[in-house]
């Protein structure tokens, strides 16, 4: 059975008028039990995660600023959202559930979390909506607890994976592989161990022929043995933040090859959803809630 970390916390309260989606979180929720994909056996609500493993990727000052709320001010816009306690428990808790999510894909596969993705996160500081970074911390515990010898992230959010990148890039046992726009957020790129940069506008074969080239050639000669996945939406060509113009089908069908993969080599994969910044939620949550049909009709 697909198992899928939610928490009712994952939808935080924000001002009225704020520009992130937060309502997506709760409204997959509700649309994978309408459509019959889950039921509410297919969610485990996590705990906040343990310091030690947080602070196995983030610097002690940083952690104690976001715990005490005492982040400075400039850093917080950056981050774009109020700090408030609730919004601190919500990071603990998205990243727990994408480290529980390993020990489950580990046994079945497959794991997902209906939040996380938080790319963005640096060791030292957070922006773009990401406080801690959920894949970091979950990559470094499979390491520390020798769970893992060789992980491949694999993040085609339109956006680059840039706090993720500096993040591991001292640490061979991490393969960093971002696809993102060339001319969006971040302006200025840090260096994964494999980045592939879109032109404004790229449409569905170009993106898609790209992926398959890569993936398979990276997982072959890289030899992991997990796999994280940051499935953001937002290489929709209604997303008003991506640039890309990638059609819903298509966004559906780069699930479905990376989900391939991870089957015919025979590697568990955490799922992190990344962004998703259409002005119709509907689409946001439709796009969503395909990769969790894909996960469930393709692994069980």
Avoid at 208 to 219: A, E, F, G, R, S
Avoid at 232 to 248: C, P, Q
Avoid at 267 to 287: F, H, K, N
Wanted: glycine share 8%; aromatic share 10%.
């Amino acid at each position: 059975m697909l198992q899928i970390a939610f928490s009712p916390v994952y939808r935080l309260k924000l001002p009225e008028g704020h520009r992130f989606p937060m309502l997506k979180y709760e409204l997959i929720h509700e649309q994978l039990l309408y459509e019959g994909t889950c039921s509410e056996a297919n969610f485990f609500a996590p705990e906040p995660v343990d310091d030690r493993w947080v602070l196995g990727v983030h610097t002690p000052e940083y952690v104690q600023a976001l715990k005490t709320g005492t982040v400075d001010p400039k850093m917080m816009r950056r981050i774009g959202f109020p700090l408030t306690p609730e919004l601190i428990e919500r990071e603990w808790i998205i990243t727990q559930g994408t480290l529980k999510g390993t020990q489950i894909a580990r046994t079945d596969g497959v794991s997902m979390n209906i939040a996380g993705g938080t790319h963005h996160a640096y060791p030292d500081r957070g922006e773009g909506f990401c406080m801690l970074n959920d894949v970091g911390v979950a990559a470094h515990y499979l390491l520390a607890t020798g769970q893992s010898r060789k992980i491949l992230v694999i993040d085609l959010d339109v956006h680059q994976g840039n706090g993720t990148a500096v993040m591991f890039q001292h640490e061979p046992r991490v393969f960093t592989f971002s696809m993102h726009g060339k001319d969006n957020y971040p302006l200025k790129k840090e260096q994964s161990d494999l980045d592939i940069e879109f032109a404004t506008g790229t449409d569905d074969e170009h993106y898609l022929n790209t992926l398959y080239d890569t993936l398979p050639v990276l997982i072959q000669r890289e030899q992991p043995d997990f796999l994280f996945y940051v499935s953001g939406v937002d290489i929709l060509a209604s997303d008003r933040l991506g640039k890309l113009s990638v059609s819903r089908e298509g966004c559906k069908e780069r699930d479905q090859f990376v989900f391939e993969q991870a089957i015919k080599n025979n590697l568990p994969i955490v799922v992190s959803m990344g962004g998703g910044y259409s002005p119709r939620l509907t689409d946001i949550v439709e796009a969503h809630c395909n990769t969790f049909q894909l996960a469930a009709d393709l692994f069980f």
